[in-house]
């Protein structure tokens, strides 16, 4: 069984997609965002904020989201955070990646069904 470390390493490397995934079904706030990536991840994954706020500045960077400020009520005003067109062909684009490298990975591991 991967530790932890491991498998944090391996997500690592495909946050940006896995944070436009995320803001691909609505709008939502870095608190939000954290807790939508544990909850998907079923508690086996908890993306640290600091990573968190890198990873959307980047993406703000390239253009695949945008910020705007929140308007509530009550509470303290939250950075609202919008995926872009730009930023959903890119989370096209990554889950192509994705698939491909998880499939040449499964023929490396002979996890495609062949015989080791």
Known sequence: MA?????SD???GNIDAIILNVLSRSDSYGYEVLKEIAAASRGEYEMKEPSLYTSLKRLEGQGFVVSYWGDETQGARRKYYRVTEEGMRELVEA???WVRVR???DQLLNQDGGDR
């Not at 530790?3 to 498998?7: K, L, N, Q």
Request: net charge positive.
């Open 3 to 7: 530790t932890r470390d491991a498998v």
């Open 10 to 12: 391996l997500i690592r």
């Open 95 to 97: 889950t192509k990646r």
């Open 103 to 105: 499939n040449i990975i």
